[in-house]
């Protein structure tokens, strides 16, 4: 019974850990086209420090709350900094390719910190 019991609860561990890994496999993102006038609207990096076993999470909004953006977004570049497996994962919350707006949701992997370089491009 014991031997069940402790196996069972083996396979739960490393199904969370392979489910853990294989969420954030990839970790740029590359959203949309660009055409031969389009230009750089908007450029930032994002870097959160590791911290010891959390995971972190960050909202990164363009236009910043209070601003206006009257160029159409064209594509978005989100370029992971650090070594592959250790970043961070991104996911596109509101707006994106063809609006005025974008909000981008970064999250670190347990322990690990993250580095991103933003680029939107837009037409002019």
């Known amino acids: 019974m014991f031997k069940k019991l402790l196996l069972g609860l083996a396979v739960l561990v490393t199904m969370q850990i392979l489910a853990e890994a294989s969420d954030c ?29 959390q995971k972190q999470s960050l909202d990164v909004s363009f236009p910043p ?6 160029h159409k977004i064209t594509r978005i570049e ?3 900094r650090m070594k592959a497996g250790e970043g961070g994962c991104a996911y596109l919350t509101r707006g994106g390719v ?20 933003l680029k939107v491009y837009g037409e002019p």
């Open 25 to 53: 496999s990839s970790h740029d993102m590359i959203l949309g086209r660009r055409s031969w006038n389009d230009k750089v609207i908007y450029e930032k990096t994002i870097k959160l420090d590791s911290k010891w076993l």
């Open 65 to 70: 709350k209070g601003a206006s953006n009257p």
């Open 78 to 80: 989100l370029t992971d």
């Open 98 to 117: 063809g609006e005025y707006a974008v909000e981008l949701h970064l999250k670190t992997q347990r322990g690990n910190g993250m580095k991103f370089d």
